[in-house]
């Protein structure tokens, strides 16, 4: 398996664009989470999903902020309109329901808002 | 809601020396407790992993210590090589129904050849 794939791995946008970050789990796996990673909040859980179903979206900064899985190997995460702030690298990890807490991440995607 | 203490943020030590990352939990429901290793411009990756019924796991070079009635968690690196340079993080997780982890911020190891 090629394990999680992200793309883009590298975005810069201008403030105010809308931006579309993608990712395609592990086959088979039932969990996907979306983190985002800043060096001054660490590793932070925006969002995840249990066969495609939103199950906790409270780690999501505020309602520019939109993820979807329309299905088991494809997700999104949006954001609409973009700010300097939300500039940092974006992981998204997959598992399986029977080893749920063994999470696989993507190589990221690095995202400059300028 | 679970909050995890990570130290020390940065670590410097001799190639062949030992390092030491600690951790601290808050929730004493919290009973997973795995470490990542980041590689630079690579996704977190799984190394290793304990639950709160063991006190102590070990896997080659790299073993992990849980003290649940201190709340605290180790890492412990022996023989430190160049390729044990990364950032590490701990995290904790409760598995009654609940798939997430918390996170710590991280410890940036370097191994000094």
């Known amino acids: 398996d090629a394990g999680v794939i992200q793309s883009p791995r590298h975005e810069v946008t201008e403030m105010g664009q809308e931006v579309t970050l993608r990712c395609k789990p592990i086959?088979?796996?039932?969990?996907l989470f979306w983190y985002r990673q800043t060096m001054m909040r660490g590793l932070e859980l925006l969002i995840y999903?249990?066969?495609?179903?939103?199950?906790?979206d409270s780690g999501m900064p505020e309602d520019r902020f939109s993820a979807k899985m329309p299905n088991a190997s494809f997700s999104t995460l949006k954001i609409q309109p973009s700010e300097p702030r939300d500039s940092a690298v974006y992981f998204c990890?997959?598992?399986?329901?029977?080893?749920?807490?063994?999470?696989?991440f993507g190589a990221g995607t690095r995202l400059s808002v300028l | 809601g679970e909050n995890v203490e990570q130290h020390p943020s940065t670590l410097s030590v001799q190639e062949g020396d030992s390092a030491v990352i600690k951790c601290t939990y808050s929730?004493?429901?919290?009973?997973?407790f795995p470490w990542y290793k980041q590689e630079l411009g690579k996704g977190p990756q799984l190394i290793i992993d304990?639950?709160?019924?063991?006190g102590e796991k070990k896997d080659q070079r790299i073993a992990v210590t849980l003290n649940k009635t201190a709340k605290h968690f180790s890492l412990h690196i022996t023989e430190t090589q160049p390729e044990d340079s990364a950032v590490y993080f701990c995290?904790?997780?409760?598995?009654?129904?609940?798939?997430?982890?918390?996170f710590g911020t991280g410890t940036r190891l370097t191994i000094i050849p």
């Open positions: 990890a997959s598992s399986l329901r029977e080893l749920r807490y063994i999470q696989y």
């Open positions: 086959s088979g796996h039932d969990y």
């Open positions: 999903f249990n066969n495609n179903v939103p199950i906790d």
């Open positions: 929730d004493s429901a919290s009973n997973y």
């Open positions: 304990i639950r709160s019924n063991v």
């Open positions: 995290a904790a997780s409760n598995d009654f129904g609940n798939e997430k982890l918390t």
